[in-house]
């Protein structure tokens, strides 16, 4: 699994060098939008997690991120998981039909690439935080 994260991160490096600078990131294909953070994209038919780098979606499924959110956010779990299918719809519309890019910034703990992804050139990512159900990425905290 390392050598093939390897692979992956010296191929966007590579590729970022040949991508002209007006457009950000190498050209993916987004294979299946996982929740409003998370992407499945593909290169050449080899397929990776992206994770939007500096964005918390808020969670689509019960779960302790959920709850955390719910606490943080002085929500109710049915307020957060609906917002979290609607950030999903969200990135769905905002990638719907145009040139993706991905620029990498690095591999997260869950071995997902991290990083921006543009459509038509403009940052999904800043875009996903115009939302009510997005916000800028703090780690969870014990209390």
Same mark, same amino acid.
């Given at each position: 699994m390392?050598?093939?994260?390897?692979?992956?991160?010296?191929?966007?490096?590579?590729?970022?060098?040949?991508?002209?600078?007006a457009?950000p990131?190498?050209?993916?294909?987004?294979?299946?939008?996982?929740?409003?953070?998370?992407?499945?994209?593909?290169i050449? %038919?080899? *397929?990776?997690?992206?994770?939007? +780098?500096? /964005? =918390?979606? @808020?969670?689509?499924?019960?779960?302790?991120?959920?709850?955390?959110?719910?606490?943080k956010?002085?929500?109710?779990?049915e307020?957060?998981?609906?917002g979290g299918?609607?950030?999903?719809?969200?990135?769905?519309?905002?990638l719907? %039909?145009? *040139?993706?890019?991905?620029?990498? +910034?690095? /591999? =997260?703990? @869950?071995?997902?690439?991290?990083?921006?992804?543009?459509?038509?050139?403009?940052?999904?990512?800043?875009?996903?935080?115009?939302?009510?159900?997005?916000?800028?990425y703090?780690?969870?905290?014990?209390?």
């Open positions: 390392r050598n093939i994260l390897t692979a992956i991160v010296l191929i966007f490096l590579f590729l970022m060098l040949l991508v002209p600078k457009s990131g190498v050209r993916v294909d987004i294979v299946k939008v996982v929740d409003g953070d998370t992407v499945v994209a593909s050449d %038919d080899n *397929q990776f997690k992206i994770r939007l +780098k500096d /964005i =918390d979606c @808020y969670e689509g499924t019960i779960n302790e991120r959920a709850q955390w959110q719910a606490k956010f002085h929500l109710n779990i307020d957060i998981t609906a299918e609607l950030a999903k719809q969200a990135i769905e519309t905002e719907k %039909d145009k *040139q993706i890019t991905f620029e990498f +910034k690095g /591999i =997260d703990k @869950y071995n997902r690439a991290l990083g921006y992804i543009y459509a038509n050139n403009k940052n999904v990512n800043k875009r996903m935080l115009t939302t009510s159900y997005c916000h800028p703090e780690k969870m905290t014990k209390d």
